[in-house]
């Protein structure tokens, strides 16, 4: 990533939620006092993981005590394994033994397992309370950070064990994605590809003519993406908070995505790689099964392929895997009876969810997706 100039521009998305409204803040260089601020918080659990301790920990924690915020931290170690029972089990003790009360938030400064798992423990520390999301990278902040779903995993599935808990604020600054590593930040781009085929293909139209400056990482460029991605999760959660229907479009790819971190073993596959291998997935499927036209699903594999992230599974995951994924994506959240239950592309910028398709047309994309 380039490293972003300062920019004194800041931009605000609210996402409208009644009594749970809360606004999504944006900009390079932004406050984080400013943010704080109207919280009125006196202390604070700042959640974060090992990489990203040394980061970016030290700066925020000065802002956040310079707002007058007792800091408490809890660090736990990188990667997905850590979001579990178990750390999060660890994170309420610490909350309980620096005796936070209601009027404490918790601060999730990290990627979406942290948020994740910052989030779930916020909303069951003393039945609740307030969630400050800073996401550091580009993945959480177009899709974890935003929307209020928190969880951790389960050997038998991802996000198994969770709660819709809203954040209070959402602090974006994309100064951080500075220190992204190039897989992680082109991991993000999968998110914000899907919202494209969720909602607005003008952003396939805008990724397609800035491919260069998105791959070069270009500071102005990826904030008009972050800015339109956070725009239509808003829209979306907005008219669906707690994932009873139209939400359920947001999951597009996701089915196999889950499946494949999950039989890949945690780590092997970051999320944006998953779910970019699962779109393609769920286009292939979308072709046979929705009417979806050819050009329109190949144009949007070329681009992942372009953006450089995977558009097939990788060894050991082969078509003989098909099994085993088939019981993994049987698990999904969104199933009835074990009937897998999909997002589907009618065309571009029109999804249906709750697609029940014959076992045959599924196992036959998944070949097309081997090869």
Request: glycine share 8%; proline share 5%; net charge neutral.
């Amino acid at each position: 990533m380039k490293k972003p100039a300062l920019d004194s521009a800041i931009q605000t998305v609210q996402v409208e939620l009644g009594d749970r409204s809360y606004p999504i803040r944006m900009g390079t260089g932004l406050s984080l006092a400013d943010t704080l601020r109207p919280l009125a918080a006196t202390s604070a659990l700042l959640v974060t993981d090992s990489q990203v301790d040394s980061l970016h920990a030290p700066p925020v924690v000065r802002a956040m005590e310079s707002a007058g915020i007792r800091v408490i931290q809890g660090v736990v170690p990188a990667g997905e394994s850590s979001k579990n029972l178990a750390q999060a089990g660890v994170l309420l003790s610490r909350a309980a033994a620096a005796r936070l009360d209601r009027q404490a938030v918790v601060v999730a400064l990290g990627g979406g397992m942290v948020g994740d798992l910052a989030g779930l423990v916020s909303a069951l520390y003393l039945r609740g309370v307030r969630l400050v999301q800073i996401p550091t990278t580009l993945l959480a902040m177009v899709d974890s950070s935003v929307g209020g779903k928190t969880a951790v995993n389960l050997p038998e599935g991802k996000n198994l064990v969770g709660i819709f808990h809203q954040p209070s604020a959402v602090h974006i600054d994309p100064a951080f994605l500075a220190t992204l590593p190039p897989r992680e930040y082109v991991s993000g781009l999968a998110e914000i590809v899907k919202y494209g085929v969720i909602s607005d293909a003008r952003l396939i139209d805008q990724m397609e003519r800035a491919l260069s400056a998105i791959r070069a990482g270009d500071p102005a460029e990826i904030t008009r993406l972050v800015r339109r991605s956070c725009e239509i999760k808003a829209e979306v959660v907005r008219s669906d908070e707690r994932e009873t229907g139209p939400r359920a479009i947001l999951n597009f790819g996701h089915t196999l995505a889950h499946a494949l971190e999950n039989v890949g073993g945690y780590g092997r596959y970051l999320h944006g790689e998953a779910v970019s291998i699962g779109m393609v997935f769920a286009l292939e499927v979308s072709v046979r099964a929705r009417g979806l036209k050819r050009d329109e699903a190949d144009r949007v594999i070329r681009l992942l392929k372009a953006l450089n992230l995977p558009i097939r599974p990788a060894d050991p995951i082969e078509p003989a895997a098909w099994g085993r994924l088939r019981e993994a994506m049987a698990g999904d959240k969104k199933n009835r009876d074990r009937r897998l239950r999909l997002v589907l592309a009618d065309r571009l910028e029109t999804v249906s969810y709750g697609c029940e398709v014959d076992e045959s047309l599924l196992e036959e994309a998944w070949n097309v997706c081997c090869q």
